[in-house]
Structures are given as C-alpha cells and as structure tokens.
C-alpha cells in the first residue's frame, strides 16, 4: 500500500513539474536598441499574402514602434525583429543575401534552385553571413538574410523557413546578430532603346 502511494506522489510531482516547464524565449535581430519604443507583435498567418505583410511592418516602423514577428512553439518562443526604413535603403547587398518565395517554397535569389532546410547552416556561413568590405573577409559583422516574394504571394511557408533559419543559427552559438529583412520582388523592367540601337536592328 505503502509503495503504491509513492508511486503516487512521483507521478503527481512529474505531471506538476510538466505543467510549469516555462517557454523559452529567443529574440534575433535588434530588439534591445530602442527599449522605449513600443512592440507590435506580429503573426504571420493573421495575413493574407505577403504584400499586406511588408505594408503592416513597414507601418509600425515608421509610426515609432518595433515590428516583432512571433513564431511560438512547444516550450519555445522565436521574436524576430526586422530591418526596416521608412526612407529607402542606402545600399542593395549582394544577391547571396537573398532568398526568393515563390508558391511557398524558398528559392535561391531569383532562381529555380530550391533552398534545402539541411542546407541552411551552409548558407548561413557562406551565403548569409555580412561584410561590410569586401576586401576584409576577416570581419563578420552579422548574419543577413533578405526574404523577397511578389505582393500576391501568400505567406505559407516563410514561417516554416524562418524557425528553420533561426534553429540552424543557434547551432553555429555566434554572438553576431541574424538580421532579417522583407522585401518585395522588384519587377524588372526593360531599358528603353537608346537611338543607336534603334538603327541596328
């Protein structure tokens, strides 16, 4: 009777110490600069495709507040606060920073090259790692990532990659930032004919 009991109380003391486990939470890219700026959290399945997406966090950026994208898990929150600007961008870094969504899946910058979840870590160490001169390979300074899909495209996947993305940077244990941005496929759009080329043709 006695060992019954225990047995018991050993089941009763597991089930309360499951029922406490707290989630983690792990935060990617510049959460602490602005600490009296307001959050707006974010999800990505509250929208509809991926344009209505970079409007909302291009909103929040410049009304003052931080956009943070949630990505919750079992015992696991992932925060991702995005580059943003409200005036357009001082440099365009090279396509290796890129990745393409196209009907959900994550390609290669504006390729038909599919990007493997087992290839990330590479990628993070070849592709996406940042330096800022070239000429100096010696000094990483963060981890970038630019995640770039039409307006119509929907956001079915993204979040997918992005938990994939941010496990994979947690098992390279770097003190640099994983920086991640959202843009908008730029269409391209032909040059107009210069004279010269009129006539050759």
């Known amino acids: 009777m006695k060992l019954d009991l225990a047995k018991y109380l050993i089941i009763l003391l597991f089930l309360i110490n499951c029922g406490k486990q707290e989630s983690e939470v792990k935060n990617y890219g510049f959460s602490e600069m602005e600490k009296d700026s307001l959050e707006v959290s974010l999800k990505l399945s509250e929208f509809e495709n991926y344009g209505m997406f970079v409007d909302k966090i291009h909103e929040i950026t410049c009304n003052d507040s931080i956009p943070k994208i949630v ?4 015992y696991l929150t992932r925060n991702i606060y995005p580059i943003e600007y409200c005036e357009p961008i001082p440099a365009n870094p090279k396509e290796k920073h890129y990745v393409t969504f196209r009907r959900g899946k994550p390609y290669h910058a504006r390729s038909a090259i599919e990007i493997d979840s087992d290839s990330l870590i590479s990628k993070l160490r070849d592709d996406f790692s940042y330096y800022r001169n070239l000429n100096n390979l010696e000094n990483l300074e963060c981890y970038l990532v630019i995640i770039e899909a039409e307006r119509s495209e929907k956001v079915n996947g993204i979040e997918t990659f992005l938990n994939n993305l941010t496990q994979e940077f947690d098992k390279l244990e770097s ?5 991640i941005s959202f843009w908008e496929v730029v269409p391209f759009t032909a040059l107009p004919y210069t004279e010269n080329e009129k006539q050759t043709e």
């Open 71 to 74: 990505i919750e898990k079992k």
């Open 175 to 179: 003190d640099l930032k994983l920086n």
